[in-house]
Structure formats: C-alpha cells, structure tokens
C-alpha cells in the first residue's frame, strides 16, 4: 500500500508568515491528492483537490502544487484563523491519511 | 445544503461489533459519483480512513481494517451504516461520515463531514 508522510510534523508561525506543508507519497500517485485543514474538536475541512484545485469558499491565500511523489500546501500569508492541523490524503483507493502537521503560534 | 450525522453507541465493550449510521441530506446516494465514506481518528491522533461506498453499491475498504469492516446503504432512508466487529480499546476514536461529491470523478475527495462521534471501547 502506499505510505503517506508529511514533514514538518508541526511549525511555529506568526501571523503574516508564508507557511509550506511538505506531502511524500511512497510511490506517484499523479496529481490524485487532497489537503484538509482541521480544527481542535471540529470536522476536517476541504481546502484542495486534484493536488492544486481550490474548493470553493477557501481564500486563495492558500495554494497547493506537485504531482508524483512529491506535494506542497503552501499558505502565503498566515491568518489567525488558520492556526489548525492540515491533512494530506491519497485521492485514490485506499484513501490513506498523511499523519497531519500542525501550525501553531510563534 | 449537505448535512451529514452519525450515532450510534457511544460505548462498547470489547469483542463486540460496533454499528453506527449515518443519516445525511442534501443529496442523492443514487446520483452518479456520490459517495458516503467513513473516517475515524483516535484522540490526539491522526486521521485514519475506514471505507467508502459507491453510489452504484461498489464499496472499497481499508485494507488492514476490510475483514472486520461492512458498509452498506439504505438509499430510501438516506442512510449508510457500518460495522465493525470484535471491536479492541485501540479502536477507541471519533467516527465521521463523509460526502464524497459526484464531480470529483476518479479522484475521492471528502468535502462535507459530519460533526462525529465519539467511540469510547472498555469493558
């Protein structure tokens, strides 16, 4: 099966700051990726599918990229609000979770 | 708009077969490439997804999990259900249902969530 990793595990950031989330499937898995935000004792939220489609309602503020292996979710400008654990997943079967980053407060 | 709610036990003692449903609306789950998947994460913990069911009743489950897991709809009522048997402490978690949208073609994505429920497994 194919293993999901996510570095860093967790980043201290200040509002403002540009934040990248790194993704690493264990083998490519073409652009079949998707990013969730979540926060404390609250659903997961979708913010991109296909790897680099915005859902709709989720400020542009936020950006994915990558294909293959290799994927990032990139926040250009940290908001308060966007202090939370973001997911990746494989978008195809089996849907796997990568095991979350968590941005906190600086 | 797409709502989605899960229930069923909040405790269950170990060996036994936890059944939890999942009650939505807003959608058809026999509309073409809807889909309703469940996802669980244990406290302080990562996301694990558990399975997944097709509007055409194809279903696709966890690999580590597919032996103990069954989901099954109800496309009258509205509602998917899944079991789990011989259910263990490390199953302890909070179960979600998930809308997986017709539009998203190959790719599954998950993009309305139910609010959870917690599944405490004790004796």
Not at chain 1, 19 to 44: E, F, M, N
Request: net charge positive.
């Amino acid at each position: 099966d194919i293993q999901m990793t996510q570095s860093p595990s967790s980043v201290s950031a200040s509002v403002g700051d540009r934040v990248t989330i790194t993704c690493r499937a264990s083998q490519g898995i073409s652009s079949w990726l998707a990013w969730y935000q979540q926060k404390p004792g609250k659903a997961p939220k979708l913010l991109i599918y296909a790897a680099s489609s915005l859902q709709s309602g989720v400020p542009s503020r936020f950006s994915g990229s990558g294909s293959g292996t290799d994927f990032t979710l990139t926040i250009s400008s940290l908001q308060p609000e966007d202090f939370a654990t973001y997911y990746c997943q494989q978008a195809n079967s089996p849907f796997t979770f990568g095991p979350g980053t968590k941005v906190d407060i600086k | 708009q797409i709502t989605l709610k899960e229930s069923g036990p909040t405790l269950v003692k170990p060996t036994q077969t936890l059944t939890l449903t999942c009650t939505f609306s807003g959608f058809s789950l026999s509309t073409s490439g809807v889909g309703v998947g469940w996802i669980r994460q244990p406290p302080g913990k990562a996301l694990e997804w558990l399975a997944l069911i097709y509007w055409n009743d194809d279903k696709r489950y966890s690999p580590s999990l597919k032996s103990r897991l069954t989901i099954t709809k109800d496309t009258s009522k509205n509602q998917v259900v899944l079991t789990m048997t011989n259910m263990d402490p490390v199953d302890t978690a909070t179960y979600y249902c998930a809308h997986r949208p017709g539009w998203s073609g190959y790719y599954t994505t998950f993009d309305y969530w139910g609010q959870g429920t917690l599944v405490t497994v004790s004796s």
